[in-house]
């Protein structure tokens, strides 16, 4: 389109073509460990441990199947014990939707690439509505979303019209796209309306020839920076790591073995992670602390240690012992040197890099910032992960607790107890015994205890 020929603001436009076209979107594929996670951190904000633990309870009582599985698939045997409980299943779900797909479809069924654990799904023992309402609240919300996931592959497709219209205005042509759904299918297991009335654009009644009023503007927008990583979507970009690799024998070797960690150990990294302060949550968005960053900062002086291409190497050795191509002794040689080299050469790397020095500083006065709870006349709070230190100007450094008998101490007690040496009465504290009892709290020296007069 050349800017010259086209003029902004209202005017006329001809309809130059119109087409519909129908379609269908199957389902989706069955869960392996990485979607569920995926999908659960995407709908519930869980995090991929938390999911992990919530099947594996879910797998110790019987009510689905193995959760540490890369695979998307079940074999035939799994498909037919799921045809046979089709009734019992429908019965868990409050829609009501058509199940008449019964014979196997390779999108799901193919015992081929079914290698030690098949998808996730449920079991042949069948719980009741009771004993799931037992559950806790996130094995409930895993169990449902798998049930109608493997339901879904039992129901027609989800069937819609996509209407595309030409329309010329000066010299220049403009599409327009929208969607009509005509057939719910396995979509109506799914409250997911409202996703696909945002994807459908409502579209005016038109016809070829029309003489219509455009109205053409030039809206000013900025770049953003790429959206932050959910647990969901990087334990889906660590599977699929090495996509962006240009050795393209390094990008087959990540593919192969699904990229970076395994089903069972991706959910763990990322805990260890964030228990070692390198990432935070906010509002289920990962960010890098400034640790993360002076950690990667200090790995960027020895560019093997991330590398996809080392990772793939390595896979590839391994791939090699397991078929006597290589000798576990080599490999084991080699790794031994690297890590030699590292502790030789990491420390006068490190303590010789400027920019290292200097991310180390701010990332020490942003922890001191950050670590400051409260400053008053007598005293200085520090806000740990569980308690408070409290710093006094005179006298020894001492502890404060963050919760007192099921209650939360908020700044305005913590400065009444390290100004006053007590506070007002409080309320919402319970006893052993679950009763809830109103009381002051004061300090005895350093010692925290309540006052009832």
């Known amino acids: 389109m050349q800017a010259k020929h086209v003029q902004k603001g209202s005017q006329a436009g001809l309809i130059k073509g119109i087409q519909n076209q129908a379609k269908k979107r199957a389902s989706p594929q069955l869960f392996s460990l990485s979607s569920l996670q995926s999908a659960m951190n995407k709908r519930y904000h869980a995090s991929a441990s938390q999911t992990l633990a919530a099947i594996q309870s ?14 998307a698939y079940i074999t035939d045997e799994e ?29 799901y069924v193919n015992g081929k690439k079914v290698e030690e654990h098949y998808a996730i799904i449920m079991t042949k023992i069948v719980p009741t509505k009771d004993q799931l309402a037992a559950l806790p609240k996130l094995q409930q919300q895993v169990y449902d979303l798998v049930l109608r996931t493997t339901l879904a ?7 819609y019209e996509e209407t595309t219209i030409i329309t010329q205005v000066g010299d220049a042509n403009f599409k327009a796209t929208g969607k009509v759904p005509t057939k719910q299918g396995w979509q109506a297991l799914f409250d997911e309306t409202k996703t696909e009335q945002q994807e ?12 219509v ?17 959910t647990e969901g979507t990087l334990i889906t970009a660590m599977k699929t790591a090495g996509k962006t690799l240009d050795d393209e ?13 395994t089903s069972a150990t991706r959910a763990n990294v990322l805990e260890v992670l964030k228990k070692r302060g390198y990432l935070v949550t906010e509002k289920n968005k990962l960010h890098v602390s400034e640790a993360g960053i002076t950690l990667c900062k200090a790995v960027e002086l020895e560019p093997l240690l991330t590398s996809p291409e080392m990772t793939a190497k390595w896979e590839q050795a391994l791939q090699q012992i397991s078929t006597e191509e290589r000798t576990p002794d080599n490999f084991l040689s080699q ?19 400027a920019a290292i020095k200097q991310q180390i500083n701010h990332q020490q006065q942003a922890q001191k910032s950050a670590e400051v709870f409260l400053e008053t006349p007598q005293a200085t709070v520090l806000n740990k992960q569980k308690f408070y ?20 101490l908020g700044k305005t007690a913590i400065k009444a107890l390290v100004t006053k040496g007590e506070t007002s009465k409080l309320k919402g504290f319970k006893s052993k015994k679950g009763k809830s009892f109103d009381a002051k709290l004061k300090l005895d020296g350093h010692k925290l205890s309540f006052d009832f007069d």
Not at 58 to 71: G, I
Not at 200 to 211: E, F, I, R, W
């Open 153 to 159: 592959m039992f129901a027609d497709p989800y069937e």
């Open 213 to 229: 009023q455009a109205n053409l503007q030039t809206p000013q927008k900025e770049t953003t920076p790429p959206v932050p990583f």
């Open 58 to 71: 879910l797998y110790e009582a019987k009510f689905l199947s193995y959760p540490r599985t890369d695979c």
């Open 249 to 261: 024998v390094a990008q087959a070797i990540l593919k192969d073995v699904q990229g970076i960690g």
């Open 200 to 211: 459908a654009a409502t579209l005016p009644l038109v016809h070829q020839g029309d003489q």
């Open 335 to 353: 790794i031994k040197k690297f890590v030699a080299k590292l502790i030789a050469d990491v420390p006068t790397q490190l303590t010789g890099n």
């Open 79 to 107: 498909f037919e014990y799921l045809m046979a409980n089709l009734t019992k299943y429908l019965g868990l779900v409050s829609k009501q939707v058509a199940l008449t797909n019964t014979a196997p479809n390779k999108r």
């Open 389 to 408: 230190i409290v710093k006094p100007k005179q006298g020894e450094d001492f502890t404060l607790p963050k919760k007192w008998s099921s209650k939360t």
